[in-house]
């Protein structure tokens, strides 16, 4: 069953198209990832499947409901959590709680939000006296509040710090360990190799692959990484024609090159290191990852 049906989705702001004519659909119970560099499209579509921004052309459907003419029903069973939300600076958890939950026909107890957030020391603070992260946490909970069939993430950890993180990585597969539907969008390559069951790859508006992570490294590469530094410069361009190599990327001060025959690629990396007066310092051998792929597909990292 589908949960949420995009077709030829086209939304531009004056001049710039932030999304160009992108379909895709969201299985019922599966975690699915929007993945891309700032500017790449994924908060506006998402706001546009939750019915926060108009588009421009084409179609949304959220569980069978078209979002243009059935917002309200659309509403009652999705749970929101923005990149950004201002809340009642001088309510508490629990007022909190109570509040967004009248706006629902149904809801959750706020006793059962207060424990799966690790928010019961917290119910009686106001929430502009709360910590970054346990406004994370409260605005997580209120996404939570009406029970929602699908849940939707905007750059759902990024300013957390790593235990903050996992914590929200622990309550999303919580979430879909019910049988819930999850979107989210994210930066970080880490967390969509660690969550979704598939990945759109967006960038300048468009989806540029779709699958699941591991199935996306698999169709783009049949090589292995060698990535590696040295106490010396080895510039890329003469590292492409080495045996074995595919093609290189360098980072700051890692080179990486892809291989398909590592022995090989390995004893000539080390034998034209040598010959330029390099030695390598490190060297790590991994199967090609999801960053790989982005990678390859638009010739830079995500965050640049």
């Avoid at 993180?165 to 622990?170: C, P």
Wanted: proline share 4%.
């Amino acid at each position: 069953m589908i949960a949420v049906d995009v077709e030829g989705l086209k939304k531009q702001y004056g001049d710039v198209r932030a999304v160009n004519g992108i379909g895709f659909h969201v299985q019922v119970g599966e975690t699915f990832g929007m993945l891309g560099p700032n500017g790449a499209g994924k908060t506006t579509t998402i706001e546009i499947v939750e019915g926060l921004r108009q588009l421009d052309e084409g179609k949304v459907c959220v569980l069978g409901l078209d979002v243009r003419h059935e917002l309200s029903k659309v509403k009652q069973r999705i749970g929101i959590q923005l990149q950004t939300a201002e809340l009642p600076p001088n309510l508490t958890v629990r007022e909190l709680l109570d509040l967004f939950g009248s706006f629902f026909d149904r809801h959750l107890p706020p006793d059962d939000l207060v424990g799966l957030l690790d928010l019961g020391e917290k119910q009686k603070v106001v929430a502009k006296n709360l910590s970054g992260g346990q406004r994370q946490r409260l605005s997580l909970a209120l996404a939570l509040v009406n029970d929602p069939d699908i849940l939707f993430l905007d750059e759902p950890t990024t300013g957390l710090d790593p235990q903050a993180r996992r914590a929200v990585w622990d309550l999303v597969r919580q979430w879909k360990g019910r049988g819930k539907t999850v979107f989210l969008t994210t930066h970080y390559m880490e967390e969509a190799e660690a969550l979704c069951d598939r990945v759109a790859i967006m960038d300048h508006g468009a989806i540029i692959a779709l699958g699941a992570p591991e199935e996306l490294a698999r169709q783009h590469f049949t090589e292995s990484a060698i990535q590696f530094q040295t106490d010396r410069d080895l510039g890329p361009e003469d590292l492409q024609g080495l045996v074995g190599v595919s093609h290189v990327s360098r980072d700051h001060g890692d080179l990486t090159v892809y291989s398909a025959r590592v022995p090989d690629t390995l004893a000539a990396l080390m034998a034209h290191a040598e010959s330029r007066g390099a030695r390598l310092t490190s060297v790590q051998i991994r199967p090609a990852s999801l960053e790989d792929v982005f990678i390859k597909l638009t010739g830079r990292r995500i965050r640049e």
